[in-house]
């Protein structure tokens, strides 16, 4: 990916340029989220799937004709495997005020099986509440036909919110 990047013209230095406040590059209408741009945050899942839910509502703003939701903050959390069923979280906000902070919580027990509940909430949004035998169909499926597609369900998980 950041191969293709690279070669966009869109990544001078290897990372793409970003408005801090919207993720806005120096395109109109185009936008980098994840890995590949250059917002001061997290390289992680959780990072770029808030950064997305807030570009996509930037993005209906503007169409709409209404205020963004902005300015993107740049929160979020992720967990982390300490090994013997125990896991920490830790959460981050490192746009929205004059320095990044952040909160560790653990390792517990407890944050194992809330790690667990996210995984399961997040399979269930994406795929539907396939079973890992058809996930993994899945994912074959949609690797030999580079088709990616995410399903929103109503799972009673929690929603990705972003301020």
């Known amino acids: 990916m950041l191969a293709v990047v690279a070669k966009s013209g869109l990544a001078p230095d290897g990372w793409i340029p970003v408005e801090k406040t919207n993720l806005g590059t120096r395109f109109p209408g185009v936008y980098a989220i994840g890995d590949v741009a250059a917002a001061y945050t997290a390289k992680a899942g959780t990072f770029a799937e808030r950064a997305a839910q807030f570009v996509a509502d930037d993005i209906v703003a503007n169409l709409r004709g209404t205020p963004p939701p902005g300015p993107y903050d740049g929160a979020g959390e992720c967990f982390m495997e300490f090994g013997r069923g125990e896991v920490a979280k830790m959460y981050a906000d490192f746009l929205s ?5 952040g909160v560790l919580m653990g390792p517990s027990v407890e944050l194992a099986a809330e790690k667990a509940n996210f995984a399961r909430c997040r399979q269930e949004r994406w795929f539907s509440g396939l079973s890992s035998v058809e996930l993994l169909r899945e994912a074959k499926r949609r ?3 580079s088709h990616i597609a995410m399903r929103e369900a109503n799972t009673g998980c929690p929603k990705t919110t972003v301020r």
């Open 97 to 101: 005020g004059p320095k990044p902070t």
């Open 143 to 145: 690797q030999a036909t």
